[in-house]
């Protein structure tokens, strides 16, 4: 079971590893190219990889741990692509970032790796893991399927990595959730309803919380999960030095992922991330040539998942 979760997971990291177009950064929220322009770093130092490089620099050049390193090395993933040169060490910087690339250009990754080094630097400063029901780290996705899809990419770095990370989603009973949250969790992926309701019992709390991830954005908005999004976005941008149960250990970062930034997440952004910088993967509506597609039948929930999983596309 093990050896067949980990060739599935390690699909899944390979598929995610394809790109090849100019990348722009920009402050603006008009999600126009733009330059890539150096800013703080409270961390570490943000460094800008040249978009025309013929040969991309390895993970660790770009300041990646040796443990992760390891982790994408064992997946098939040796080289970061054109986006993950930009963006990961700025996500190293505790830069909040909203990301535009197309499908398959490895955004997934992207956003995983810094943010689980992170979650270590972090350990290691406050001397101590995650709280039960107070994860470091959320990953917010539109469905069940793409939950268990980024969770099972999750898992495969975190056992590497030492981290611990978990997955609450709708569509099912939250009762063995719950449990989950009684123990340590240092990343949890989440779908947004979900979430909210475990908050409104007072089974999870964000005040921990370092680092969150809005991934297909474009999708949650048309799912109807914009005011969800807003009231988590509350939560997470307030001023932590007035919650005297957080560990404080910096503002908390804020990383919006998607193919495409309807109207209604720019509004979003600009309510809550005005600081936020844009890095757009130029061609982000087309479909890579890399790219493999499936399709399968699939009869239930419980298949689709399970489908789900095994193409890990």
């Given at each position: 079971?093990?050896s067949?979760?980990r060739?599935?997971?390690?699909?899944?990291?390979?598929?995610?590893?394809?790109?090849?177009?100019?990348?722009?950064?920009?402050?603006?929220?008009a999600?126009?190219?733009?330059?890539?322009?150096?800013?703080?770093?409270?961390?570490?130092?943000i460094?800008?990889?040249?978009?025309?490089a013929?040969?991309?620099?390895?993970?660790?050049?770009?300041?990646?741990?040796?443990?992760?390193?390891?982790?994408l090395?064992?997946?098939?993933?040796?080289?970061p692509?054109?986006?993950?040169?930009?963006?990961?060490?700025?996500?190293?910087?505790?830069?909040?970032l909203?990301?535009?690339?197309?499908?398959?250009?490895?955004?997934?990754?992207?956003?995983?790796?810094?943010t689980?080094?992170?979650?270590?630097?972090?350990?290691s400063?406050l001397?101590?893991?995650?709280?039960?029901?107070?994860?470091?780290?959320?990953?917010?996705?539109?469905?069940?399927?793409?939950?268990?899809q980024?969770?099972s990419?999750?898992?495969?770095?975190?056992?590497?990595?030492?981290?611990?990370?978990e997955?609450?989603?709708g569509?099912?009973?939250?009762?063995?959730?719950?449990?989950?949250l009684?123990?340590?969790?240092?990343?949890?992926?989440?779908?947004?309803?979900?979430?909210?309701?475990?908050?409104?019992?007072?089974?999870?709390?964000?005040g921990?919380v370092?680092?969150?991830?809005?991934?297909?954005?474009?999708?949650?908005?048309?799912?109807?999960f914009g005011?969800d999004?807003?009231?988590v976005?509350k939560?997470?941008?307030?001023?932590?030095?007035?919650?005297?149960?957080?560990?404080?250990c910096?503002?908390?970062?804020?990383?919006?992922?998607?193919?495409?930034?309807?109207q209604?997440?720019?509004?979003?952004?600009?309510?809550?991330?005005?600081?936020?910088?844009?890095?757009?993967?130029?061609?982000?509506?087309?479909?890579?040539?890399?790219l493999?597609?499936r399709?399968?039948?699939?009869?239930?929930?419980?298949?689709?998942?399970s489908?789900?999983?095994?193409?890990?596309?």
């Amino acid at each position: 079971m093990t050896s067949m979760l980990r060739r599935r997971t390690s699909i899944a990291l390979m598929l995610l590893a394809a790109s090849g177009h100019a990348v722009h950064l920009t402050s603006s929220m008009a999600l126009a190219p733009g330059l890539f322009v150096t800013g703080c770093a409270p961390r570490a130092p943000i460094r800008c990889v040249s978009a025309t490089a013929a040969t991309p620099s390895a993970f660790a050049a770009l300041g990646v741990r040796e443990e992760l390193c390891a982790a994408l090395d064992a997946a098939g993933v040796h080289k970061p692509n054109e986006l993950q040169n930009f963006a990961i060490p700025a996500i190293l910087g505790r830069e909040s970032l909203i990301l535009g690339a197309q499908t398959g250009s490895g955004k997934t990754l992207t956003y995983l790796v810094p943010t689980m080094q992170s979650i270590k630097d972090d350990e290691s400063a406050l001397a101590g893991r995650a709280k039960p029901k107070r994860p470091r780290a959320v990953v917010l996705v539109p469905t069940r399927e793409l939950a268990m899809q980024v969770h099972s990419v999750a898992k495969q770095l975190s056992h590497h990595a030492k981290l611990s990370v978990e997955v609450v989603s709708g569509g099912v009973p939250d009762g063995a959730q719950r449990k989950k949250l009684e123990r340590s969790v240092d990343l949890l992926v989440a779908t947004p309803g979900r979430l909210l309701k475990l908050i409104e019992q007072g089974d999870l709390y964000l005040g921990d919380v370092r680092h969150v991830i809005l991934d297909e954005v474009d999708t949650m908005f048309e799912a109807g999960f914009g005011a969800d999004l807003d009231a988590v976005l509350k939560v997470t941008t307030r001023d932590l030095s007035a919650d005297k149960r957080a560990d404080v250990c910096g503002a908390v970062q804020h990383l919006a992922v998607g193919a495409t930034h309807p109207q209604s997440a720019l509004a979003l952004y600009e309510r809550w991330l005005g600081g936020a910088r844009q890095l757009m993967l130029a061609g982000n509506h087309m479909v890579p040539p890399t790219l493999e597609q499936r399709f399968l039948t699939c009869n239930g929930p419980d298949a689709k998942v399970s489908a789900g999983c095994l193409s890990a596309g």
